[in-house]
Structures are given as structure tokens and as C-alpha cells.
């Protein structure tokens, strides 16, 4: 069932529920004209649908864009099961609920979002509905053990202390101007603007604390390499140079093992949080993307026909 509302992040809203192979329940929310060109945006960990804003906003006034909730983030109940296969599932649950069979779009994963992509990409989903992918700092292994948000050597040691401050079931608590130093620290630029350090700390704190140290084992365990090497559609990749989550050493790595790689954006200036922290660049890949994949597609098609 669909229901029309008015967001706060974008006007006029389509909400549906969707329902994924275990029974998990996922909330979807479609913005712009049902006719036009397709954008489906799968954030990260600990994030919301409303970290996309900036994307929405601006791309809804050309695009369809589809956002979804990762289970247990948001408005999407926590199922108490985690699982890139998991991932994997809700995605294709949205694409085939929001897309007409054989309908192509741009997916854009952020982090787990980029994740959940790389796990999808052997899926029947993923080959009928994917016309190119956006990569927006993320990684596919070894992202506890790359991670830089402790400042010491690599190793041992460095590993075991990332793994319990990334899974630590302290409870966030409200924010504060602490809690927000604390994670533009970890996650974002040191030039990163208040707002946008606040915006981010507002969506992290809101994600609740069993889906996030759910989750937090899931990264800790991650293997997707042939989940990267399977995305056989055009891939683009942007990541941060300070990022500390997702170094840019994985986004190298990435887009060196991708069949079909549309190069890397490496961004100065810029943390693991790059839709918020450089949204004008994000949205402009996404617009591209679209522009080359999708619309240009569906012109030729209207054209043969």
C-alpha cells in the first residue's frame, strides 16, 4: 500500500512498505515524477533515509529518486537479523517493488550501502534492474583492520581497539558538543562545516543501539570481493582523502578490481560522510550517471519504439 504524504526532506512523498525474502519489513519512500529516470539510494551504517537530503532534494526535481531504510535503521523494524545476504535481500525487495520489470536505474550506496550493493550484484535483481552503480566511501574487507580512527600503528593491537569502539554497546545518549566532536573526529573532515557535523550527529544518534552493534559485527566479518569483481555494470567510485572509516586505500583497491570502472574520485578536504560533507560532487556523479545510463537509454528507446 502506498501512502501520500508531504517530507520535510523533499515535498511530496510516496511511503510503501516492502516486504523482504525473511519477512523483514522495509520502508521506502519515492520522490519525484513516477515517469521520470530512476535513482535508488541506499545509505549507511547508522544513517537514515534523511542522510540523503541533499541528493533528494535536488535530484527529485528531474528524477524519480527511491530511498530506503536498511533494517533496523529509521523507520524500518529491526528484524534481528544481520547478514550481507540480508542486504542483499532488501535491495532486491525494493528494486522489484519500485521498479517495472526490466526498468533500469543508478544505484548509489554509501558505505553498508555500497556494501549492500557489492552483495547484490550476483542477484537477478541487481542484473534486470541495474544500469550503473555509484560507490560513495565504502569498502568490500579488512575494514576494522584499516580503519584509522585510532591513532596509533597498524596491527594487532589497533584492530582489537577499532572492533571494540566500533561495536561498543554504550548507548550514544543525546548529542552533545562532545558526542559531536567525537564523531566528526571519526568520520567527517577537519574543515567540515557545524551544520553539517550536526546534521550527521542528529541521523547517528537516532539509530538504535541493537541495530547498531548488530551491524557493527557484520563490517567487522565483511568479505565482498566477489561481490566487487561481479558488478559487471559501470561503476563509479568517490571517497574521501580523510576518511578514517573507509580509508582510501580500499576505494583504490575497488576500483582496481571492478570490470567495467568509471575511475575514482578521491576528494581533499573530505571524510567518510562525502554525500553530506560534498553533496554538490555526490549529486553530480548521480546526475551524470543518469544522464549517460538511464535517460539516454530510455531516449532510444522511445525512439526505436
Avoid: N
Avoid at 93 to 121: F, N, Q
Avoid at 212 to 226: I, K, T, Y
Avoid at 271 to 282: I, L
Wanted: charged share 20%; net charge neutral.
Amino acid at each position: 500500500m502506498i501512502r501520500r504524504t508531504r517530507s520535510e526532506i523533499g515535498g511530496d512523498v510516496r511511503e510503501l512498505s516492502v516486504t523482504s525474502a525473511d519477512g523483514a519489513l522495509i520502508h521506502v519512500e519515492v520522490y519525484g515524477d513516477d515517469s521520470a529516470p530512476a535513482v535508488v539510494l541506499a545509505h549507511g551504517w547508522t544513517c537514515s533515509i534523511a542522510f540523503w537530503a541533499a541528493q533528494i532534494r535536488e535530484l527529485a526535481r528531474d528524477f524519480r529518486v527511491i530511498a530506503y531504510d536498511q533494517r533496523g535503521h529509521g523507520r524500518s523494524p529491526d528484524s534481528g537479523a544481520y547478514s550481507t545476504d540480508g542486504l542483499a535481500d532488501d535491495l532486491e525487495a525494493v528494486l522489484a517493488a519500485t521498479l517495472a520489470p526490466g526498468e533500469r536505474a543508478v544505484l548509489v550506496g554509501h558505505s553498508m550501502g555500497g556494501m549492500t550493493i557489492m552483495a547484490a550484484a550476483g542477484r537477478p535483481g541487481f542484473a534486470e534492474h541495474a544500469a550503473a552503480v555509484l560507490l560513495c566511501s565504502t569498502g568490500s574487507t579488512r575494514l576494522v583492520a584499516e580503519a584509522l580512527v585510532l591513532p596509533i600503528r597498524a596491527g594487532g593491537l589497533r584492530t582489537r581497539l577499532t572492533r571494540s569502539v566500533l561495536g561498543a554497546r554504550a548507548p550514544l545518549g543525546p548529542v552533545t558538543p562532545v558526542s559531536k566532536a567525537v564523531l566528526k573526529y571519526a568520520t567527517m573532515a577537519r574543515g567540515t562545516a557545524p551544520e553539517r557535523v550536526a546534521e550527521c550527529a542528529r541521523i547517528v544518534h537516532a539509530c538504535p543501539r541493537r541495530a547498531r552493534v548488530g551491524w557493527s559485527h557484520v563490517l567487522d566479518e565483511l568479505e565482498l570481493g566477489a561481490g566487487i569483481r561481479g558488478l559487471s555494470v559501470p561503476v563509479a567510485v568517490v571517497a574521501g582523502a580523510d576518511d578514517r572509516l573507509t580509508p582510501a586505500v580500499h576505494a583504490r583497491g575497488m576500483e582496481a578490481m571492478l570490470p567495467q570502472s568509471l575511475g575514482l574520485t578521491l576528494l581533499t578536504g573530505v571524510g567518510h560522510m562525502t554525500p553530506v560533507e560534498a553533496p554538490e560532487v555526490v549529486t553530480g556523479k548521480i546526475r551524470e550517471l543518469v544522464g549517460t545510463y538511464v535517460a539516454a537509454g530510455a531516449a532510444v528507446g522511445e525512439e526505436v519504439a
